[in-house]
């Protein structure tokens, strides 16, 4: 069985419609798509072809952990 790590992405509306996609834990990983569905279906893609060639080059795969801080907005 192979481990499971969750990726917060990042959709951003195009004027000309669609959305790219950001991954902050991977900067290196962007893509898009054409609706939201679409776009979230090449995140998965991109991020678990990045994660394969990381493994491939022999890198550690980064884990990271997520804290929210909640201010008061003045």
Same mark, same amino acid.
């Given at each position: 069985m192979t481990d499971q790590?969750?990726?917060e992405v990042i959709l951003m509306p195009q004027a000309e419609g669609g959305f790219t996609v950001s991954v902050p834990d991977l900067p290196d990983v962007m893509t898009e798509g054409d @609706?939201?569905?679409e776009a979230l279906a090449m995140a998965k893609d991109a991020i678990e072809g990045y994660l394969e060639a990381m493994r491939d080059q022999g890198w550690d795969v980064p884990? @990271?952990?997520?804290?929210?801080v909640f201010?008061?907005?003045v």
């Amino acid at each position: 069985m192979t481990d499971q790590h969750e990726y917060e992405v990042i959709l951003m509306p195009q004027a000309e419609g669609g959305f790219t996609v950001s991954v902050p834990d991977l900067p290196d990983v962007m893509t898009e798509g054409d @609706t939201r569905e679409e776009a979230l279906a090449m995140a998965k893609d991109a991020i678990e072809g990045y994660l394969e060639a990381m493994r491939d080059q022999g890198w550690d795969v980064p884990v @990271t952990v997520h804290e929210r801080v909640f201010v008061r907005a003045v």
